[in-house]
């Protein structure tokens, strides 16, 4: 029988935690025939939230699922990680400065980083959830100087997600016809989502759409807003949709893209496209035998180029702030 690969997930009795676990532990995240060995991090307060998480997932009784342990100590909880799910983060409260937020979030993630450093597996994979993802990820992977750079990496695949299930409604064709979407930037209101690549029924979507006020007006607002509308709608944040895109993400880094199309991450940048290196930016990425490739050689026209700047200036901003910190 195969070693269970061990799967590190903070914030494990949050709401995406919620929606989350049962599915890594269905066997969703990794596939089939993978068995895995739960490590779940919570703050003291969470602590009993998770062990009740933890009976319930007890007792689907699933057959891949090969243990569970639960810690308020990084340092237990991503012992031997080989995949890191960074959930938990402090979410922005009323009155609170972008520096308070970045200054609490380095509180967690600076610490997260330096226990993956000094305990995970040699091919720990994180993926940062927590907002603000991008520089969350950074601040982790600053303090783990031992581990590949690349293995860090931000969620912007439900923003990935969400632009696709827009485009098909609009040119009337299912999701799986849609292929080479890109999210470009920050995991922010400033991301900017790109159909100029992008391919419908194998015709090009810019093409096919026709339509660049509805671009600017309707489809890059309604994705970068998304979040705020589903609060609005539902009167709680996107939990079940969040944990989705963060399976979508690890399975693709895992099992790769399909040939022919790519997908959205935010990762380790080489300066391709003129984002400065080393921030971490959402780029159109291929995967292949457990690495991403940034998309290189696409051409970006004026209107892509502008939106892209914006989002890759705040995210040199937050490095500056968290740089300012000393979190970097
Ligand atoms: P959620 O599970 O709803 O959210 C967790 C994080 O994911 C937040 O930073 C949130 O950002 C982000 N997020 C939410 N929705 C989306 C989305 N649609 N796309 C991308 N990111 C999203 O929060 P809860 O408050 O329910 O749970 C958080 C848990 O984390 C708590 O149980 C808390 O105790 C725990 N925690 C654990 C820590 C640790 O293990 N050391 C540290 C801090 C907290 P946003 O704020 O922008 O919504």
Same mark, same amino acid.
């Given at each position: 029988?195969?070693?269970?690969?061990?799967v590190?997930?903070t914030?494990? $009795?949050?709401?995406?935690?919620? *929606?989350?676990?049962?599915r890594?532990?269905?066997?969703?995240l =990794?596939?089939?025939?993978?068995?895995?060995?739960l490590?779940?991090? +919570?703050?003291?307060?969470?602590l009993?939230?998770?062990?009740?998480?933890?009976?319930e997932?007890?007792?689907?009784?699933?057959?891949?699922?090969?243990g569970?342990?639960?810690?308020? %100590?990084?340092n237990v909880?991503?012992e031997?990680?080989?995949?890191?799910?960074l959930?938990?983060?402090?979410?922005r409260?009323?009155?609170?400065?972008?520096? /308070?937020?970045?200054?609490?979030?380095g509180?967690?993630?600076?610490?997260? @980083?330096?226990?993956? &450093?000094?305990?995970?597996?040699? %091919?720990?994979?994180?993926?940062?959830v927590g &907002?603000?993802? &991008?520089t969350?990820? =950074?601040?982790?992977? *600053?303090?783990a100087?031992?581990?590949?750079?690349?293995? !860090?990496?931000a969620?912007?695949?439900?923003?990935?997600?969400?632009? =696709?299930?827009?485009l098909a409604?609009k040119?009337g064709?299912?999701?799986?016809?849609?292929?080479?979407?890109?999210?470009?930037?920050?995991?922010?209101?400033?991301?900017?989502p790109?159909?100029?690549?992008?391919?419908v029924?194998?015709? &090009?979507?810019?093409?096919?759409?026709?339509?660049?006020?509805?671009?600017?007006?309707? !489809?890059?607002p309604t994705?970068?807003?998304?979040?705020? *509308?589903?609060i609005?709608?539902?009167? $709680?944040?996107s #939990? #079940?949709?969040?944990?989705?895109?963060?399976i /979508?993400?690890?399975h693709?880094?895992?099992?790769?893209? %399909?040939?022919?199309?790519?997908?959205?991450? @935010?990762?380790?940048?080489?300066g391709?496209y003129?984002v400065p290196?080393?921030?971490?930016?959402?780029?159109?990425?291929?995967?292949k035998? @457990?690495?991403? +490739?940034?998309?290189?050689?696409l051409?970006i026209?004026?209107?892509?180029?502008?939106r892209i700047?914006t989002?890759?200036? +705040?995210?040199e901003?937050?490095? +500056?702030a968290?740089? @300012?910190l000393?979190?970097?």
């Amino acid at each position: 029988t195969r070693t269970p690969v061990n799967v590190t997930v903070t914030g494990a $009795a949050g709401q995406i935690g919620y *929606a989350l676990l049962f599915r890594i532990a269905s066997g969703q995240l =990794l596939g089939p025939d993978v068995p895995v060995a739960l490590r779940l991090l +919570e703050i003291p307060q969470g602590l009993k939230a998770a062990e009740g998480t933890a009976m319930e997932l007890d007792d689907c009784a699933f057959p891949l699922l090969r243990g569970i342990d639960i810690s308020d %100590d990084p340092n237990v909880a991503f012992e031997g990680a080989n995949v890191a799910l960074l959930v938990g983060a402090r979410p922005r409260t009323k009155g609170m400065e972008r520096g /308070d937020l970045l200054e609490a979030n380095g509180g967690i993630f600076k610490p997260q @980083g330096k226990a993956i &450093n000094d305990h995970a597996a040699d %091919d720990i994979k994180v993926l940062v959830v927590g &907002n603000p993802a &991008n520089t969350n990820a =950074l601040i982790a992977q *600053a303090a783990a100087p031992d581990v590949p750079a690349e293995r !860090f990496t931000a969620m912007t695949r439900l923003d990935h997600n969400r632009a =696709l299930s827009q485009l098909a409604k609009k040119t009337g064709v299912q999701v799986s016809e849609i292929k080479k979407l890109t999210i470009w930037g920050n995991h922010s209101a400033t991301q900017y989502p790109d159909v100029f690549h992008a391919e419908v029924a194998g015709k &090009n979507a810019a093409e096919v759409v026709n339509d660049e006020q509805w671009l600017a007006d309707t !489809f890059i607002p309604t994705v970068a807003k998304r979040g705020a *509308a589903i609060i609005e709608a539902r009167g $709680a944040s996107s #939990a #079940a949709s969040a944990a989705n895109a963060a399976i /979508d993400h690890v399975h693709t880094w895992v099992n790769g893209t %399909d040939t022919g199309d790519w997908t959205s991450a @935010g990762v380790v940048s080489d300066g391709s496209y003129g984002v400065p290196e080393g921030l971490i930016s959402s780029f159109p990425v291929t995967a292949k035998d @457990g690495r991403f +490739e940034i998309v290189q050689g696409l051409d970006i026209n004026e209107f892509s180029r502008t939106r892209i700047d914006t989002s890759v200036q +705040e995210l040199e901003e937050e490095r +500056e702030a968290v740089r @300012g910190l000393g979190l970097i």
